[in-house]
């Protein structure tokens, strides 16, 4: 959730039925715990989001505390907009991610598809959000093949 305020939005969700809630640690830098306590108690798996720009060091206190989020979502774009390229030098915070957390969620967004997701899984992403190359792909289901494959082989 790119939001002010996520707190806002864990209930509504929560009865939705999502799963999980990912938010950007830019925004909740005064209330993550009582963020992702509010997330388990509405029965989703917590996620912090890191734009480009931000230091990695930012999520170490979110992924050690004694309620941890559960996954990592590094983003590989500016949020906002789809369509854009994919930073590769934003794999640098996954391989980093990946040596300090061998067994966390590390996730990717912006970008994805079959020129560069060898160098996002080889990195220690996970999980793959792919969104232009594959609703833009004339075979959805073939890039979505290949970017699950590359990841599981990785």
Known sequence: ???????????????AGASGFTFHVETSKDNWQE??????????????ALNPGTPIGEVYPLVEAEKPVEMVLV?????????????PEMMDKVRILRKRYPLLDIEVDGGLGPSNIDMAAS?????????????????PAEVISLLRSSVQKA
């Open 123 to 139: 990195a220690g992403a996970n999980c793959i959000v792919a969104g232009s190359s594959v609703f833009g792909a004339s075979e």
């Open 1 to 15: 959730m790119m939001v002010t305020n996520p707190l806002d939005y864990v209930e509504p969700l929560g009865k």
């Open 35 to 48: 963020l992702i306590q509010m997330i388990k108690s509405h029965g989703m798996r917590p996620g912090v």
């Open 75 to 87: 983003m590989t774009v500016e949020p906002g907009f789809g369509g854009q390229k994919f930073m």
